[in-house]
Structure formats: structure tokens, C-alpha cells
């Protein structure tokens, strides 16, 4: 069983890339990851990253975002489906194009979960940088990106995710909603759409309603009543004067992360980025 474990540690990744994907935080995070804790609690999934890392055996993943949860659920309940379906793609811009534009016409409704998360997976693997974004009517608008050979169905690694899911309840629901769940000595990381370090920086459209300033503030006013429980936080953000002063009661940690999606060339590589705690 230990090889078999092994085995999966190795092999499971995140399943989609996503902008401010924490792969590359990875060594910090897992060093402020509290020494024990019962359930496991992600509320702005994303790609998951620090999940697929630590596959815990009994976790909670939510996200507004409901293409992104039904890839989830979909990978969980009928993988071998999905990876049929992901087998039927083919990579040229005009069919990216086609299926970029499926979500603007009328019979988009119609389309099974299946067909909506291998189309996701689809994008995401041949799009601009694998960036998620929407317009204001919730449509994915990301160019294509012109890749040689993308890697569009990885399908071990897809059965292993499904494998791993099956001890995770996935929900669509904002990320108040986890108030209904932890309890006392469980544990929540927090990677929310970033504060922007400028103007031009800000990649938060990954749901129509994008996240603004006053959700930074609903997040922090949900880390106190976290606190006040006794249930333990990580969150991640930008090293900003906003953030440092909402979490100015809690240990904040500066860390070092590459950004390499900015609208100004210069906010590009190494910048400094806080990971908050209550322990």
C-alpha cells in the first residue's frame, strides 16, 4: 500500500494551470502548513496546488467559479468519460476558436457536464498562457496560444485526481459558506484573487462579478470568526499596504514569487508576496 501511496504522491498534479498557481510557492507553503489539523478546507480551489500536493484524506473544495467546480465534479464522478471526450479535440485555431465561442450561443445549455469540463481543459491547455478569464457576461475571452504540442489529456494523472477527489466534498458556493462546516482544529487555506499592486495589474475576472476591494474585507472579517473558533488559516495575497494592514493582528510572512502575467512588463519577476496565519 506504502508503494502504491508512493506512487500517487508522484504522479497527481493540478489538472488545469491557472494564473497565481501556487507550484511555485510550494516550499513555503508546505513550511507554514500547521503540524496537524483534522479536515482540510480550500474555499477559491483555482487550480489547487497546495491540494494536489498534500491529497489529504477528508477535504472541502469550493470556488464562485462554476465551470472550474464542475471540471472538479465531473473528474470526480466520470473521468473515464471525460478522458474519452478530451481524445476528440484537435489543436488549430480555428477549432479553438469555435469552442472558445460555444459558450455565446443558445445551445451551450444543452451541453453535458462532461462536454462543458473537457471544453474547459481544452482551453486551458491551448489558450494564452493558460489564463482563465471572463467578460462581463461570464464568457471566456482568453486568445489563442498558439502552442506546438499541448498536452491536452493526460490521462493517468486525470484517474489519479479522480481517485484522490472521491474523499472531497466539491461545491459551488462562495467562500463564506464554509462557516456551515469547520469546525474546532480544522484547517483553511485561503488563495483569493489577489490585491492588485497597481492598476493595470489586476487578473481577478475568473467570474463575471470579479472580486473587489470590499470582498478583501468580507475575506479578512471571515478569517476573525475563524480565529474566534479556533480553526486555523493560511492565506495568501500581495505584499500591499491594504493587505498588511487587514491582517496586521496575525503573523504575516514575506515570501518571493515570480509573476509572469502583468499588463506592465515592468511588475514582471520577483516580488514580494505575504502568507498570513493565525498560528
Known sequence: MAVVLEKLQEQTYPIVKWVGGKRQL????????????????EPFIGGGALFFELQPDNAYISDVNEELINLYSVVKNDVEDLIDDLSRHEVSKD?????????????YENWSDIQKASRFIYLNRTCFNGLYRVNSQGQFNVPFGNYKNPRICDEQNLRNCSELLQNTEIKCAD???ILDKVQKGDFVYFDPPYVP????????SYTKEGFDIDMQFKLRDLCDELDSRGVMFMLSNSDTK???????NYNIRKVFASRAINANGNGRGKVTEVIVKNY
Do not use: Q
Open 242 to 248: 491594504i493587505v498588511n494592514e487587514l491582517y496586521e
Open 95 to 107: 477549432y479553438f476558436l469555435k469552442l472558445r465561442n460555444a459558450d455565446r450561443t443558445s445551445d
Open 175 to 177: 467562500f463564506t459558506a
Open 26 to 41: 510550494m516550499f513555503e507553503l508546505l513550511k507554514n502548513m500547521p503540524k496537524s489539523y483534522n479536515r482540510y478546507f
Open 197 to 204: 499592486l497597481n492598476e493595470t495589474s489586476s487578473f481577478t
